[in-house]
C-alpha cells in the first residue's frame, strides 16, 4: 500500500511538474511574440491540457503494451507452472515408493532383530539338553531358511535401487514381487511352527546329534557376522544410490535443455538431406540411363560374337541395372496420408518409430524401448509421452494408451502406425541400393 501511494504521489507530481512547464513555455513564447499578456496567458492555459492529453495518450499506449507482455508472460508462466507440477508429481511417487521399500527394509532389519534375540534366549537355555535338543534344531533350520530369504530380498533390494533412476514401472513390479515374497515367508513360517511341533516327537535322535549341531551352530554364527557386514554395506550403497539419483535428476534437466538443442539442428539436417535427396534422385536416373544403355550396347556386341553361352556371364551385369532402378518416391505413399498424419510422420525421428515398431511387433516391448531410450540417453515414459504430445500437436488425438503397463497403440490408429513403418523403412533402405 505505500508502495503504490508512493508511486500514485510520484505519477502526480511529475504531471504537475508537465503542466507547469508546458504553460510556462507556451506563456513565454507567445508572450515574446505578440507582447500581449491576455492572449499569452490563455495559449498557456489552452497548452496544459493539450499537454495532459498527449501525456494521457501515451500512457494508455504504454499501458496497453504493458498488459501485452504481462500477457505472454503469464501464459509462459502457467505453461512452466504445468511442467513443473508434473515433474513434481513423478518426484513424488518415486519419493512414495522409495519410502515403501524402505519399510520393508525396516521390517526385515526387525526380522533380523528378532532372529537374534531368539539366538540369546537359545543360549541362554543351554543348561537343560532335551530342551536345548528341540529349540536349536527347529532354530537352525528356521534360521537358514531365514537368511537364505533375506540374501534374496537383498539381492531383490539391490536391483530396484539400481534401476530407480530410469525404469519407475520395473520398481512397481519389483516391490510387488517382494510383498509376494513376503506373503510366502509368512506362509514359510507357519509351516516351521508344523514342523517344530513335529521335531518335539524326534527326541531321542537329538541326544546322538548334539556335536554337530553344536559345529552348525558356530557355523551360523559366523554366517550372522558375515550377514551383518553385508548389511552395512548395502546402507552404505543405498546411500550412495541417493546421491547418485540426485545427480542424474540435474544431468537429466541439463540433458533435456541439450535435447531441445539437438532436435532444432536435426530439423535444420532435415531439410539439408532433403534437398540433397532430391539431388541424389536425379544423379541416380541419370546414371541408371547410361548403364542401362551401355548394358545394352555391351550384350548386343557380345552376343554377335559369342553366342549364348557368354550372353550368361553377363547376368551380374543385368543384376547390377536390376539394383540401379531409379528409387521409389517415399513421398507419394503419403497421397493416402491426411495432411495431420503427414505432418506427424515430418517430425518423427528414428528413434520414436523404432519405439511404434517395437510396440507393434512384440507382445511385450519394455525391453527394447529401454535400450532405445539408454541409447538416446533418456526414459522410457519420457520417450512415450514425447511421442503422444507430437500426436495431440499435429494429428489432435493420442496413439499410445498411457494407462496401460506395457505400451500399447490404440486399434484405430495401427494401420496408419504400419504405413509410416513402412514409409521409414523403404527411405533407409534407398542408400544401400544405390551404393
Known amino acids: 500500500m505505500l508502495k503504490t501511494s508512493n508511486m500514485q504521489s510520484a505519477i502526480v507530481s511529475n504531471r504537475l511538474i508537465i503542466g507547469i512547464v508546458a504553460f510556462g513555455v507556451s506563456f ?235 532436435q532444432i539442428e536435426l530439423q535444420q539436417l532435415q531439410e539439408q538431406v532433403i534437398l540433397l535427396q532430391g539431388e541424389r534422385d536425379q544423379l541416380q536416373s541419370q546414371v541408371w540411363e547410361l548403364l542401362h544403355q551401355m548394358g545394352t550396347l555391351t550384350t548386343q556386341e557380345q552376343l554377335n560374337e559369342n553366342g549364348q553361352e557368354e550372353s550368361e556371364d553377363l547376368f551380374p551385369f543385368s543384376e547390377l541395372l536390376e539394383s540401379l532402378e531409379p528409387p521409389i518416391d517415399t513421398t507419394d505413399r503419403g497421397e493416402n496420408f491426411s495432411e495431420e498424419w503427414a505432418e506427424f510422420t515430418k517430425q518423427l525421428q528414428s528413434y520414436e518409430i523404432r519405439v511404434l515398431k517395437a510396440m507393434l511387433e512384440q507382445d511385450n516391448p519394455n525391453a527394447a524401448i529401454k535400450k532405445i531410450a539408454e541409447e538416446n540417453i533418456t526414459m522410457p515414459n519420457l520417450l512415450i509421452d514425447s511421442i503422444n504430445e507430437l500426436a495431440n500437436n499435429t494429428i489432435g488425438e493420442l496413439i499410445i494408451d498411457p494407462n496401460s503397463e506395457t505400451p500399447e497403440i490404440y486399434e484405430e490408429h495401427r494401420t496408419n502406425i504400419k504405413k509410416v513403418i513402412a514409409m521409414y523403412e523403404n527411405k533407409m533402405a534407398e542408400p544401400t541400393s544405390f551404393n
Open 28 to 262: 513565454g513564447l507567445s508572450l515574446v511574440l505578440s507582447w500581449d499578456f491576455n492572449k499569452a496567458f490563455l495559449t498557456g492555459v489552452v497548452t496544459v491540457p493539450a499537454t495532459y492529453l498527449s501525456v494521457l495518450f501515451v500512457d494508455k499506449r504504454k499501458r496497453n503494451h504493458e498488459i501485452l507482455i504481462l500477457d505472454s508472460l503469464q501464459r509462459r508462466i502457467r505453461d512452466l507452472e504445468g511442467l513443473k507440477s508434473r515433474i513434481i508429481a513423478e518426484v513424488y511417487q518415486l519419493e512414495a515408493h522409495n519410502a515403501l521399500l524402505h519399510t520393508e527394509s525396516s521390517n526385515l532389519q526387525n526380522q533380523v532383530i528378532e532372529r537374534r534375540n531368539q539366538r540369546d534366549t537359545l543360549n541362554r537355555e543351554l543348561s537343560t539338553y532335551v530342551i536345548e535338543k528341540k529349540q536349536l534344531e527347529a532354530k537352525i533350520n528356521y534360521l537358514q531358511n531365514e537368511l537364505h530369504a533375506l540374501d534374496q530380498s537383498k539381492v531383490e533390494l539391490n536391483n530396484t535401487f539400481s534401476a530407480l533412476t530410469a525404469e519407475k514401472r520395473r520398481l512397481e513390479l519389483k516391490s510387488n514381487v517382494s510383498r509376494a515374497e513376503i506373503t510366502q515367508l509368512q506362509a514359510q513360517i507357519n509351516e516351521f511352527q508344523q514342523q517344530k511341533q513335529e521335531l518335539e516327537s524326534s527326541l531321542t535322535l537329538l541326544n546322538r546329534l548334539k556335536p554337530q549341531l553344536e559345529e552348525k551352530l558356530h557355523e551360523l554364527r559366523v554366517q550372522i557376522q558375515e550377514l551383518e557386514v553385508q548389511e552395512n554395506q548395502q546402507k552404505q550403497l543405498i546411500l550412495e544410490k541417493k546421491a547418485e539419483k540426485e545427480h542424474i535428476e540435474a544431468s537429466l534437466n541439463s540433458l533435456q535443455t541439450q535435447l531441445t538443442e539437438q
